[in-house]
């Protein structure tokens, strides 16, 4: 399959619109209008209706292997061009909300090389993970919490090394006045009942959790798209709903109770692919 048709029928089932897409591509819409005909042919099914646009069964099952595909083209170029291009005199470390990042030893790194930029970005775990595959970062910092024995999850980005950096204990958070913050341990799916804070770029995702607890339930309170580790713990001290966190983020207002089933840890990886020397230099700076 052509990857510029992929790109197009991605950006029309997103945007619900052949003009729209049009826009965003830079393409007329008679051209957009072609690429989804020649997709239709190729794959020998339709995949949109139209008027109004919406996917068939056959588009939305392609749609699911649209993004990995495009994010594998990504990063296979991004991967090439690391290897081949001239070392840049930049970093970009990307870091997830949660994930401690060592801001000290960047520092240090930083100051060694006075020549060289470095920048750090806060961002969702996907957003990091992604980054790091598609050249836009050179590392990144990605937490989670998980089974001791599993990797945390990520895209399939292709050929990223994975550095465990720090692995803590997991605690449910929650106000510090809440009926179950004087406990010893608590079960995750005893708590399926209960509200929980809707943070996926910060706290472990709703669906994740029913996938740790085998259990439904773990219903959305207050959603919270951002990535302010302050808002977000703020907003659990005023009772918006539990979470799942490392230990050492809890703060005033805040408390934390161990899950005692299933056993779980909050880990920190640095994800990144072929690195230049300033970058090597970070990520031997942040690894234990």
């Known amino acids: 399959m052509d990857p510029h048709l992929l790109r197009t029928f991605a950006a029309v089932a997103r945007l619900g619109s052949f003009s729209a897409a049009a826009d965003e591509l830079g393409y007329t819409q008679s051209a957009v209008s072609q690429h989804i005909a020649a997709l239709e042919q190729d794959v020998g099914a339709p995949l949109l209706r139209r008027r109004p646009v919406a996917l068939t069964d ?58 060289v930029t470095f920048t750090l970005r806060i961002a969702g775990a996907g957003a990091v993970a992604t980054g790091v595959a598609v050249g836009e970062l050179d590392l990144g910092l990605v937490d989670g919490v ?42 995750l799916a005893d708590l399926a009942d209960a509200v929980w804070l809707d943070a996926p770029e910060v706290a472990t995702p709703l669906t994740q959790l029913r996938a740790l ?57 640095l994800v990144h692919g072929s690195l230049t020397a300033p970058a090597a230099a970070v990520r031997d700076a942040l690894r234990p």
Do not use: C, K, N
């Open 213 to 269: 607890a085998r259990a439904e339930g773990f219903r959305g309170g207050l959603a919270y798209p951002g990535t302010d580790a302050a808002v977000f713990l703020s907003l659990i001290g005023a009772g918006a709903g539990l979470a799942l966190l490392p230990a050492s983020a809890l703060t005033a207002g805040v408390r934390g109770v161990p899950v005692v089933e299933p056993r779980l840890v909050h880990r920190t990886d």
């Open 58 to 115: 056959a588009g939305a099952r392609l749609l699911e292997h649209t993004g990995p595909i495009l994010l594998r083209l990504a990063a296979a170029r991004a991967d090439v061009v690391r290897l081949s291009g001239p070392a840049p005199a930049s970093v970009v470390l990307g870091a997830t909300p949660l994930s401690g990042v060592d801001t000290a030893a960047l520092v240090g790194v930083q100051r060694s090389m006075p020549r």
């Open 146 to 187: 998980t089974a001791p024995s599993d990797p945390l999850p990520l895209p399939d980005a292709g050929q990223l090394s994975t550095v465990p950096v720090a692995e803590r204990p997991a605690v449910v958070a929650l106000p510090a006045g809440h009926p179950l913050a004087g406990r010893r341990g608590l079960r």
